[in-house]
Nanobody
Framework: QADLVESGGGSVQAGGSLRLSCAAS????????MAWFRQAPGKEREGVAH??????SYVASVEGRFAISRDNAEKKLYLEMNNLKPEDTAMYYC????????????????????WGQGTQVTVSS
């Protein structure tokens, strides 16, 4: 059983920055695919970024502004978010699953079984 706990959300003005963290436990951390998703009210959950080993991918809307990273020793996943925009406002979730599960569609929610409870990010104009 994997446990994922997000932190670091908050309220910022447009152009500001936040760093989200996700603390993981309960599985072999280094051998899993991990990702950040977000969901705004009334919208579908959207894949933001994924990481497996040195492989990363991002949704087009955050390319160049967000950076995903992980610390295997600390079992933590991070999302550095810069130049935030009001449209980035959402609940942000971290997710994890085996490489086998996420290898084809790493930014699809259906590729992940383990999810955190989320952390809210609000960006005001």
């Amino acid at each position: 059983q994997a446990d994922l706990v997000e932190s670091g959300g908050g309220s910022v003005q447009a152009g500001g920055s936040l760093r989200l963290s996700c603390a993981a436990s309960g599985y072999t951390y280094s051998d899993v695919c991990m990702a950040w998703f977000r969901q705004a009210p009334g919208k579908e959950r959207e894949g933001v970024a994924h990481i497996y080993d040195s492989e990363t991918s991002y949704v087009a809307s955050v390319e160049g502004r967000f950076a995903i990273s992980r610390d295997n020793a600390e079992k933590k996943l991070y999302l550095e978010m810069n130049n935030l925009k009001p449209e980035d406002t959402a609940m942000y979730y971290c997710a994890a699953d085996s490489r086998f599960s996420c290898r084809h569609s790493p930014l699809q929610p259906s590729s992940y079984y383990y999810w955190g409870q989320g952390t809210q990010v609000t960006v005001s104009s």
